[in-house]
């Protein structure tokens, strides 16, 4: 189950709590879709991929390596830029693993941290967050 919620805070945003499931990146990636498309400016096109690549990786992150049953996602018009906050209830930070060019992985978190001008993660005991900022 997927609930899109206003976005309160600073500046305009969307927010959805996602089930932890294979279908959570379809539903983030459909999310940002509509965020950008509903922004009062175009957004240039490779910054809108790498807003796609950024949300969908970490959504995925989440689903293969986190523990708990949801997730949320946030994004947030900074004017120049989108922030995107995902979270969940594993404490654990992401950690970069060994590249596996046979399809296992390690490629995410490093696509990550190049995509993104802004990147932190906050952990606590029951979750943690990350924060990424994709500039345009």
């Known amino acids: 189950m997927t609930t899109v919620e206003p976005h309160c805070g600073l500046g305009p945003g969307l927010g959805a709590r996602l089930e932890r499931d294979p279908q959570a990146a379809v539903h983030a990636r459909r999310m940002v879709h509509t965020f950008l498309g509903g922004l009062p400016r175009a957004v240039p096109r490779e910054s809108a991929e790498a807003v796609m690549l ?11 390596h986190a523990r708990g049953r949801l997730c949320s996602l946030d994004l947030r018009d900074m004017g ?10 594993d404490p654990d930070p ?3 693993r060994r590249l596996d060019l046979t399809g296992k992985g390690g490629f995410g978190w490093p696509l990550v941290r190049r995509l993104s001008s802004e990147l932190t993660v906050l952990s606590r005991p029951d979750g943690k967050t990350v924060h990424a900022v994709v500039r345009f």
């Not at 120049?80 to 209830?89: M, R």
């Open 80 to 89: 120049d830029a989108v922030g995107i906050s995902v979270s969940d209830d």
């Open 54 to 64: 950024v949300v969908s990786e970490l959504v995925t992150n989440v689903v293969r």
């Open 94 to 96: 992401p950690r970069p």
